[in-house]
């Protein structure tokens, strides 16, 4: 579940933050700038990550100590 976590976001959040405070920080250089170029390259692959991890959770066996705490 981390994985997916990562995957669909964690990262793109991160250079959003960024791109924000660098917006606010120091609004006449453009660093914000190159973030959001960043950021759209992030959103791309997060995407395709986030395909490809719905593949990979569905097969994987659940694990003993979630199943435990379910009552399963």
């Known amino acids: 579940m981390v994985v ?7 990262i ?12 606010y920080a ?3 250089t453009f660093v914000w700038l190159a973030l959001c170029v960043l950021e759209a390259g992030l959103y791309a692959n ?3 990550a986030a395909l490809n991890a719905r593949v990979w959770i569905s ?5 003993s100590e979630l199943a435990d ?3 399963t």
């Open 26 to 28: 120091a609004p006449n």
């Open 4 to 10: 997916y976590i990562l995957a669909t976001g964690m």
């Open 59 to 63: 097969h994987r066996p659940p694990d």
């Open 69 to 71: 705490s379910a009552g």
């Open 12 to 23: 793109t959040s991160i250079i959003a933050l960024l791109a924000g405070i660098t917006f």
């Open 46 to 48: 997060s995407l395709l």
